[in-house]
């Protein structure tokens, strides 16, 4: 006498989910991580042309001032 066990669509698609919530649940960090880095470039992109921005300001202001 075999017993078989089949599992039931219910519990095999609760398996599968359970799956792909652990896979995206990695992805996730990952993509967390790509932002983070991201982030920390942009904003040494905006520090420099703020002071690139303020440099060209002052030289104009400063060329102005000389000419009159």
């Known amino acids: 006498m075999k017993m078989s066990q089949q599992l039931g669509p219910e519990l095999k698609v609760q398996m599968e989910l359970e799956s792909h919530e652990k896979e995206c649940a990695v992805r996730y960090e990952q993509l967390q ?15 420099l042309i703020m ?10 202001s400063t060329l102005m001032a000389r000419m009159v």
């Open 33 to 47: 991580g790509w932002i983070k880095a991201l982030d920390k470039r942009m904003w040494r992109l905006e520090a």
């Open 51 to 60: 002071g690139s921005t303020i440099l060209i300001v002052g030289l104009a």
